[in-house]
């Protein structure tokens, strides 16, 4: 796609068709500000850009216009055609440069340079992108802990072990148990994942064995647990602290030998299946107060991962901070004060809470560079809140409010989410759907 920004009528009527007879497709805007809202639409491939457009009809402008839409490749074009103005345009970021009137064969010539240095960054950024993620394993970071994080799961993973992946939320364990199985001799297998916490106790030993038909009110047909569906992978048990104990009982036994039993079948069956399983709770305590069961405990911590606390992960900060943007918008960037206050500022929900604040703070900045006014509104913190109720919708302040206080309370509970739910006064599965909503979990 092409973005075509000249406030000449029969100029960009003219250009647009003779693009689009090319086989382009082609966005035509006549001022800068529409072009800066096309851009980010759009983008698109390329722009063509006219360096003297409403409202100055000041090249000048126009050079000041380019730094806006990287990373496509810009081709200036005006009727002012001197040396000097050229080399401004290409100082400022400018691909190639067209002087007015543009002869259509050096135009073709010219657009289809730019269109195919457009389609090779796109391919050297995925193939950077998948170099990155195959080296990193998915956990970003250079970080000791992180660093030595990677070093065990790359130990760890090509084992047929159980393992237990510990950690506070918000610290990647789920992004740890894929990197188990992206890494393992099961990765052509399927990686299941299930939330034992999130589904109800009288409805999990069907979710995760299957049940047949006529088995109980509602089992309309057959259908296969996810011990199943997982045949030949992995399933991640997520949170299996707060797994019940009857359940933990059936567990145990698939661990044993990989046998389990379907609600209302009489024959057992058997599924080949690496578990890994995380939680942020303390499973020694939980197991002394005889809430978790301590032979399924000893069972599934013969191979434990930690995941470390964003504190604990001080440079990783700012590293996360900008790969999150850059997921959101190619064009935003952090001013060095906000990059700052990301480092040290504390984080109590960790990486999810970092990830939820930059997209906030990329949806709601008013201009490219993000500052520190722009992550305190994001995160509900510090003096700007009582300001932003002079722009914030009703619906806006409650949403930040409830973040903040569902944020303080998993700080004072130690992320524990029933507790958490009883002091804010909410179910648990209430605060859970909250935190889903929120970026929390």
Not at 276 to 302: C, I, M, N, P, Q
Request: proline share 6%; aromatic share 4%.
């Amino acid at each position: 796609m092409i973005l075509l920004a000249d406030d000449e009528p029969a100029f960009q009527r003219l250009t647009a068709g003779w693009l689009r007879a090319q086989g382009h497709e082609v966005i035509a805007v006549g001022d800068g500000d529409a072009a800066r809202a096309a851009f980010a639409h759009h983008r698109p491939n390329v722009v063509l850009l006219d360096l003297a457009m409403p409202p100055h009809h000041d090249p000048q402008g126009g050079i000041a216009l380019i730094s806006t839409f990287t990373p496509a490749p810009v081709v200036v074009m005006t009727g002012h055609a001197d040396q000097a103005l050229a080399m401004q345009a290409i100082e400022a970021g400018a691909w190639d440069f067209l002087a007015k009137p543009v002869d259509p064969d050096l135009l073709k010539v010219v657009v289809a340079r730019a269109v195919e240095r457009a389609r090779l960054a796109q391919e050297l950024a995925a193939l950077r992108a998948r170099d990155e993620a195959s080296e990193d394993m998915g956990l970003i970071g250079q970080s000791p802990p992180m660093v030595a994080l990677r070093a065990l799961i790359r130990r760890v993973a090509p084992t047929s072990l159980p393992v237990m992946v510990l950690g506070p939320s918000g610290t990647g364990k789920e992004l740890v148990a894929r990197a188990v199985h992206a890494a393992s001799h099961r990765t052509k297998g399927p990686l299941v994942p299930v939330h034992c916490g999130a589904v109800p106790a009288d409805l999990l030993e069907s979710e995760l064995f299957g049940h047949l038909k006529g088995s109980f009110t509602g089992a309309h047909a057959d259908r296969a647990g996810l011990v199943e569906v997982a045949h030949g992978g992995t399933l991640f048990l997520d949170e299996i602290g707060e797994m019940p104990t009857a359940m933990q009982v059936k567990l145990l036994r698939f661990l044993a030998d990989g046998t389990y039993q379907p609600v209302g079948a009489r024959e057992m069956r058997h599924a080949d299946v690496r578990i890994v399983a995380a939680t942020h709770r303390d499973l020694s305590a939980a197991v002394a107060e005889g809430s978790f069961r301590e032979d399924l405990y000893y069972r599934l911590k013969g191979l434990v991962l930690n995941t470390p606390r964003l504190d604990e992960r001080g440079p990783d900060k700012a590293l996360l901070a900008k790969i999150f943007l850059r997921r959101v918008s190619t064009r935003s960037r952090f001013a060095p004060e906000a990059l700052a206050w990301i480092t040290q500022r504390p984080w109590p929900g960790n990486v999810r809470e970092l990830r939820a604040a930059v997209e906030c703070a990329a949806a709601l900045a008013e201009g490219s560079a993000i500052n520190v006014h722009d992550m305190t509104f994001a995160t509900g913190a510090g003096e700007p809140v009582h300001a932003l109720l002079q722009t914030q919708t009703l619906e806006e302040e409650v949403i930040a409010l409830e973040r903040k206080r569902i944020v303080e309370a998993l700080e004072r509970t130690g992320h524990n989410h029933t507790h958490s739910a009883r002091e804010l006064g909410l179910s648990r599965a209430g605060l859970l759907k909250k935190m889903d909503r929120m970026g929390l979990r």
